[in-house]
């Protein structure tokens, strides 16, 4: 075991010797394991599976589309959608649905820049578009392929799970779209006017 202690430090952590969170956790709930068999044997029956596979493929997927560049691919969309006004509206539905199956944090840093050419050219003031996008991209995280809507439904009691992810799919997907239209014309609206 002593010949491997390097092997896995290794695998822990990257060349700049920063952790690697995953890899990290998984060794300490292995120790965990072999510490107390027993208690862990019930806590990993307890374990909701397949929202943890769930949320973890989003996750991935998302990472994936981003490396792809379709964040920018869908900034560049809402840059020509014509009018200032529809362009801020495209992006705030942009927001509102990556923001239902990704981090709010990690899109809102990906989506602002790309809402700052309206600001500088269309005549929208950027305070009304940042907070739009932001509300946006923040009403729709119980979506049930968000972070928090998978951890909501993953502690709810089993016979509660089927209508509580139906309820929070629609709250959700119904926000992606209330979400921008109410924000558009509260705050980026008047201030085009």
Do not use: Q
């Amino acid at each position: 075991m002593h010949s491997r202690a390097p092997h896995l430090l290794n695998l822990a952590c990257s060349d700049r010797r920063e952790p690697r969170c995953g890899i990290l956790c998984f060794a300490f709930g292995a120790v965990l394991t072999l510490l107390d068999p027993a208690t862990s044997k019930t806590a990993i029956t307890k374990i909701d599976w397949p929202t943890i596979l769930l949320v973890g493929g989003v996750i991935t997927y998302v990472g994936v589309l981003e490396h792809m560049g379709a964040i920018e691919l869908i900034g560049h969309f809402a840059e020509a959608a014509g009018t200032p006004l529809l362009s801020a509206f495209a992006l705030c539905v942009a927001a509102g649905l990556i923001s239902a199956f990704a981090s709010t944090t990690g899109m809102l840093a990906a989506i602002i820049p790309l809402s700052l050419p309206l600001v500088a050219t269309g005549g929208i003031p950027g305070w009304a578009i940042i907070t739009a996008l932001a509300i946006c991209s923040a009403l729709v995280d119980l979506s049930p392929y968000s972070t928090v809507g998978a951890t909501v439904i993953a502690t709810a009691p089993e016979s509660e799970r089927a209508r509580m992810t139906s309820r929070l799919m629609r709250w959700g997907m119904s926000m992606v779209i209330i979400g921008p239209v109410a924000l558009v014309g509260l705050l980026v609206l008047p201030g085009t006017l």
